[in-house]
């Protein structure tokens, strides 16, 4: 059975909450957002545990990306890439 974890972001006008689920580079999260004034979550979407592209002599790390099966050349947090959803979502909604 795979275990669950919930995260939560609420800083500078984002709240979002992470339902994770897997460990390590197989894991991915359940992005749920909320205005101030709403009582309840929207889902917008998935992020996903990946790899940094090696650049040079660097190795990859572990880092969060809103896009499946692509390797970012920066680290992000997972808040982070739930801000890069967030954006796409709106985008989409418009």
């Known amino acids: ?51 940094t592209a090696a650049c040079g002599t660097e190795r990859d790390t572990a880092t969060w990306h809103h896009v499946q099966n692509a390797s970012p050349i920066n680290k992000t947090s997972w808040h982070e890439a739930a801000k890069s959803l967030y954006r796409v979502y709106r985008k989409e909604a418009a």
Do not use: C, Q
């Open 1 to 51: 059975m795979t275990a669950i974890r919930k995260m939560k972001y609420n800083k500078k006008g984002y709240d979002f909450m992470a339902r994770v689920h897997g460990t390590g580079e197989y894991a991915e999260a359940i992005i749920l957002w909320k205005l101030d004034s709403d009582d309840t979550y929207t889902p917008i979407g998935k992020i996903y545990k990946t790899t």
